[in-house]
């Protein structure tokens, strides 16, 4: 049996929508009780760390704080503060998203700007679709937080951000570079705010395309949940497999992997 660090996704994995996973509380008890590293890592980029924490407790589970979570909008923060830093970004996603780059000392612009960072919104209207196909045809590079065509929900499935990189990517004929998973560069800045090494570790998730995937090729162990958008039937349909399948993390023992 082997004790390993965790990283997990949220959405499909802890919670659909308002809705928590059965199990998902009882989880992050034991990980909290067991005294193992974790980490969520979700590719939502439209709530805030804070916006999280709330959440969750919401929800019954207890005892996060802002430490225990990385969104696509935060490393998309970080990501850009590395490359030009305090540039100007039309952003098209929710509050989270501005909030992030604002606090990172980016200035949010419609008026000729150096990046055009997109994530789910739920306002997304042709307008958005206009501007940001202009500024990126005009010289603004474009940037996505996350790759996901659909986010699991109460009850089923919703568009995410995917959908709405794709309207403006074939507006303006180029593609983005996305932070988010299943970028090794999201896994290598939850891996260094968590302190652990890639072996050690096992991304737990609830799709093969993105965490699973992503988690592989940072060098992880892998862990699908079949209760958001991967179903067992599909695994069959990629070349990799997960290390581990449960139904649910409810069914996981943090302890004896």
Same mark, same amino acid.
């Given at each position: 049996m082997a004790r390993l660090n965790i990283i997990s996704d949220m959405d499909g994995v802890i919670y659909r929508g308002r809705e928590l996973v059965p199990g998902a509380a009882g989880f992050v008890t034991r990980l909290i009780a067991a005294d193992i590293?974790? %980490?969520f890592? &979700?590719?939502?980029?439209?709530?805030?760390a804070l916006d %999280?924490?709330? $959440?969750?407790?919401?929800?019954?589970?207890?005892?996060? &704080?802002?430490?225990?979570?990385?969104?696509?909008?935060?490393?998309?923060?970080?990501?850009?503060?590395a490359q030009h830093p305090g540039a100007a970004v039309y952003v098209v996603g929710e509050a989270g998203l501005s909030s992030e780059l604002y606090k990172h000392g980016f200035s949010i612009t419609e008026n000729t700007p150096d990046y055009?960072?997109?994530?789910?919104? &739920?306002?997304?209207?042709?307008?958005?679709?206009?501007?940001?196909?202009?500024?990126?045809?005009n010289g603004a590079k474009f940037i996505g937080t996350n790759p996901d065509m659909i986010d699991p929900v109460e009850g089923g499935f919703e568009p995410a951000a995917?959908?709405? %990189? $794709?309207?403006?990517e074939a507006a303006c004929g180029k593609k983005p570079y996305?932070?988010? $998973?299943?970028n090794s560069l999201m896994m290598m800045i939850a891996?260094?705010?968590l302190g652990v090494h890639s072996e050690d570790t096992v991304m737990i998730g609830d799709r093969m395309d993105t965490d699973i995937v992503g988690g592989l090729e940072a060098g992880m162990k892998t862990c699908l949940v079949l209760s958001g958008v991967s179903s067992r039937a599909s695994i069959g349909d990629f070349p990799y497999r997960p290390d581990y399948i449960f139904d649910t993390v409810g069914d996981i023992d943090p302890e004896g992997w």
């Open positions: 590293k974790f %980490l890592l &979700t590719n939502n980029s439209g709530q805030t %999280l924490v709330r $959440k969750m407790d919401a929800l019954g589970v207890k005892g996060l &704080t802002e430490s225990n979570f990385i969104t696509a909008a935060m490393a998309t923060a970080i990501f850009l503060s055009v960072v997109v994530g789910k919104t &739920t306002n997304f209207n042709f307008d958005m679709i206009r501007k940001a196909a202009r500024f990126i045809q995917g959908v709405m %990189l $794709k309207a403006i996305i932070v988010g $998973k299943p891996r260094k705010q």
